[in-house]
Structure formats: C-alpha cells, structure tokens
C-alpha cells in the first residue's frame, strides 16, 4: 500500500503495517478531537515516525494515487482539524 | 486513516467524469499540468520574496534594539537613569520580540527548502505523466486505458494538491510574520509619529538631546559668571559636551518596507 505524508511524498508500506498504523492513528484523531496539544504532538510523532520507519520512498517517475494520506510533519492542531473537515486544494 | 485520502480522490474523479473517451484526457490534462507547474514555480518564488521581505525587517528591528541600547548609555552619561531604564526597557521588549520572530523565520526557512523540493519531484511526476500517456494513447482501446488513465491521473492530482496546500502554508506563515514584524515596527515608530520636526526622533531622542543642549548652556553660564566674578579675560569655550547629539542614532527610513502581503 502506498501512505503520503503531505510535504515528503509517497511512502510504499506492507499491507500487514495497517493495523499498527491505525491504532496510531485512532490516538492522533482522539487528542484532535480533544484537542490536546500534548497527546497530539506525541501522537503525531509516533505515527508519521512508525510510517517513514516501515516505509520505503516511491520512485518519483511513478504516478500512483495514494492509499493513505498523511498531515505534514509541522502541522498544528488546528490545520489537522481543518484538513479533516475541510475540502482540500486540489487543483481539478 | 482513510479520512484524507478520500479529500484527494473525490477532486480526481470529479475532473475524469467529465469526459467520453479517456484518452481525451490525456493531452488536455498534461497541458493543464504545466500550466499549475508555471503556478508552483510562482509560487515558491513569492514565497522567497516574502521571507527575504522579513528578513529585512528583522534586520530593521534589530538596529532599532541597538539604537535603545546607545540612548541608555547617553542617557546614563547624562546622569538620567530614568531615561536609560526606559530605553532599557523598550529594548528588552524588542529583543524579545525579534527572538520569537527568529523562531517562526527558521521554520519558514524550512518550508521553503521543502517546496524546492517538491516542485523538482513534480517536475519529474509530470514529465512521467508525458511519457505514460504517449503510451496509452498508442497501445490502448479507451477501455483500457480507462484504468491506466485513472491511476495516472490521481497520482499526479494528489501530487500537485499536497504542493498547493504546502504553498499555501508557507504563504501563510510569510504573511504572519510579516505582520507581526509591521506592529513591532510602528510601535517602535510611535515616538516618532508625534515628532513635529518629521525628523523621525523618538521621544528619548529628543529628551536627551534637550538634555544636552541644557547642559552646555549650563555650562557657558557657569563659565560666564566665573569670568564676571574673576575677572578672567579668557574667551568663551564649548561646553566640554556641547554635543552629544550622537549621528549614529537616527535610523535612515530608506529601509522601512511598505507593509504589504505576499502576492
């Protein structure tokens, strides 16, 4: 499967990875939700950290739409909130 | 962990729905995708712009710390220590100020290395989508190509929409500082808004400067009445410190940058 985290690029990772990845990410959208600055910082890190840990760069010459898609590594609380709620920037 | 990336796909089907054949798509799509690369381009260049645009008023402020700090020691020469604790104070606020900007400028500084970064790897994700679509438009019934098309499509969507929002961050972040950096700048400048000379003095300026000039008049009338009473026939000389009016401490505004946001 293939995570982009916003601001890196696209990250190819095995499919088993996934249920590691969600309990991360289930942690992140909870302190979101909450929104606890430091349970979000800490949630964040570890997430973005076990992805690029288990992950190998996609090429840049391949063109594939990503299975997952990641907030930047200095995203605050508020621009996570946003990009969950929000439209994107999708030029069409 | 679904959530964001269904954002990106909803926008890339949009924009396929639209035609009959998918292999219309191609040519017109890659035409549109040099035309956001030219955008990108842009992009990235305004924000450099915008963050040398902070760079300058850093600096800016940064003579305006060292300024207060030259009109404390004058005013402490001058026996004013309410004048120096004054200055001392308005500097101690700049410097804050300037180090909290400096935070903010690193990260944009950071920012910006990464949007250089990423328009070279969209450079290189469309040239790939040339190619590919030379291919399918040789090798492929519009049925098959369908799926190729898709996959092409949203790749390179994807692409150019996380390049977006992080030129739209960094925009932002310019414009923030730059802001910030203004309100530090006119609150410096308030002393000088009242000045009625429009030589731009501020107020502790001006006071030690009529301290000063006080002082050597002082000093001429001791040494009058001296020679009155003595009897002396030595000619009147300058005060010791008739002028301490020091040059070094009226900030050129050459260098004031019109507020303005990013383009």
């Given amino acids: ?92 | 962990m679904k959530r964001m990336s269904l954002i990106f796909k909803s926008k890339a089907n949009k924009a396929l729905d639209k035609y009959e054949d998918p292999r219309e798509t191609l040519d017109y799509s890659y035409e549109k995708q040099m035309q956001l690369l030219q955008k990108v381009r842009r992009g990235v260049a305004d924000v450099a712009t915008s963050r040398k645009r902070v760079e300058l008023q850093m600096k800016k402020l940064q003579q305006e710390g060292d300024k207060l700090e030259g009109q404390a020691r004058r005013a402490l020469e001058l026996n004013r220590e309410d004048l120096a604790r004054e200055a001392l104070t308005r500097r101690a606020n700049v410097v804050a100020q300037i180090s909290d900007l400096n935070t903010q400028y690193e990260s944009l500084q950071g920012q910006e290395e990464n949007l250089v970064r990423q328009s070279k790897a969209l450079e290189a994700k469309v040239e790939a989508f040339r190619t590919q679509k030379e291919t399918i438009k040789a090798t492929y019934t519009a049925a098959q190509a369908q799926a190729q098309i898709g996959e092409a499509f949203s790749g390179i969507s994807e692409e150019m929409g996380d390049i977006g929002m992080a030129i739209q961050r960094a925009q932002d972040k310019t414009q923030q500082l730059q802001a910030r950096a203004s309100a530090v700048d006119e609150l410096m400048a308030s002393g000088a808004l009242d000045d009625p000379s429009g030589l731009g003095k501020d107020d502790i300026t001006r006071q030690l400067e009529q301290l000063s000039s006080g002082g050597a008049v002082d000093d001429q009338l001791a040494k009058m009445k001296l020679e009155l009473g003595g009897g002396s026939t030595k000619a009147l000389e300058g005060g010791a410190n008739a002028s301490y009016a020091n040059k070094n401490d009226e900030i050129s505004d050459a260098d004031v940058l019109k507020e303005g946001g990013a383009a």
């Fill in chain 1, 1 to 92: 499967m293939i995570v982009r985290i916003l601001g890196e690029g696209q990250l190819v990772l095995e499919k088993a990875a996934l249920a590691e990845l969600n309990q991360l990410d289930d942690a992140l959208m909870a302190a979101v939700e909450a929104g606890e600055q430091g349970p979000f910082e800490t949630a964040m890190k570890a997430l973005l950290g076990k992805v690029r840990e288990l992950g190998t760069p996609l090429p840049v010459e391949e063109l594939k739409p990503s299975d997952f898609i990641l907030p930047s590594a200095d995203s605050s609380l508020d621009e996570v909130r946003d990009l969950l709620s929000s439209d994107g920037l999708i030029p069409g």
